[in-house]
């Protein structure tokens, strides 16, 4: 009986309870539209990094089949340098710069000999030839005066018919002589055509041996492709080029800030929105504007230290150029990491007052 009064009063303590928990539920209507949470009035917030307008650039060494070996650094941290500034030299320059020697040489060689062929034959060797002729015409004159006296003595047959015939054979063989060395003096006055197009073909490829050996020359050193400072040097004197390259180098006269927003929130935010910059070893903050929207979807760059935080988050990166006050204080902070704000506030209340006021008067809105 007991047991029976202990269940029944049990039982009745849990039935009032219950219906007290009913009465304090409020009713909804089941036509109650539900809560709407309103936009935020701070903007889109993101983690970001500095860098330079030019980004930083990996120098590297140019593609070879071996990685090179540094000889010389020719700069250092924080030196500013301009376009084309050698950075640094390779150690293959020496034996580079020899066979750009020897091309030269090679070139200058080519020049004399097509000069020479222009000339012609030295005055020398066509005075010499021209004496020569002289003295053969003054033999053969001589021998056709012998000639004709043995021809005359001959009708009195006082000179044999031996005789007769060398007399001959020596004025044939002094003509012959006389053709000879007019020929040869013909030929040393000459500038062939073939000639001349051969030199100047062997001047042309030696020429061509300058440019391959100066474009060898230039790749055992490592120039700036841009105005900027040395952030980093990677590869001392002595040590092979690796994967980080020699240095880097970025453009600080004007710094930007890449933002990694949200892929939910990119859609708020538009070109020239105004941001914010907080680091926390500044106490103030930097202030810039939306000069770029990425059109990539990535992973994060810049991790957070909280350790609940989304790491494989998929964000687009938004390139934020800082007022150029804010850009200098930072201007040696490069990849420093940052917390950015960017208002879209005042593009959404400008791009709401747009859309209602393209709405014709008396025209009813569809619901959402």
Known sequence: ??????????????????????RSLPIVEQNTPAPVAPLSEFGV???????????VIH????????????EKIMVRVCDQVHAGQVLAILDSNRREQADVDLAKASVLLAE???????????????????????????????????LERA?????????????????????????????????????????????????????????????????????TMIRSPIDGEILKIHTRVGERIGSEGVL??????QMDVVAEVHESDILKVALGQPATISMRNLNTTLHGRVIEVGRLIGRKDVLSSDPVDDTDARIVEVRIRLDDKDGQRVSGLSWAKVEVTIETSKSHSSS?????????????ELPQ
Do not use: W, Y
């Not at 917030?45 to 980004?55: H, N, T, Y």
């Not at 012609?120 to 021209?130: C, I, M, V, Y």
């Not at 073909?201 to 100066?214: N, S």
């Open 248 to 253: 880097d180098l970025g453009d600080t006269r």
């Open 45 to 55: 917030g993101a983690l970001g990094r500095i860098e330079p307008q030019s980004e």
């Open 112 to 146: 004399k000999s097509l000069a020479q062929v222009k000339a012609g034959a030295k005055t020398g060797d066509l005075r010499a030839q021209e004496e020569l002729i002289a003295r053969t015409r003054e033999r053969l004159k001589l021998a056709e005066k012998q």
């Open 59 to 70: 120098v590297n060494a140019p593609s070879v089949m071996e990685p090179p070996v540094v």
């Open 352 to 364: 709401t007052d747009m859309s209602d006021a393209s709405t014709p008067a008396g025209a009813q």
């Open 151 to 219: 021809q005359e003595l001959r009708k009195s047959k006082a000179v044999s018919e031996d005789d007769l015939d060398t007399r001959v054979a020596d004025v044939d063989v002094l003509r012959r002589e006389l053709a000879q060395h007019e020929s040869v003096l013909v030929a040393l006055a000459e500038v062939r055509v073939v000639d001349l197009e051969k030199a100047e073909a062997e001047v042309a490829r030696a020429r061509a041996t300058v440019q391959r050996a100066e474009a060898d020359l230039e790749i």
């Open 1 to 22: 009986m007991r047991k029976t009064l202990i269940f029944v009063f049990c039982s009745a303590v849990v039935m009032a309870g219950a219906f007290a928990a009913n």
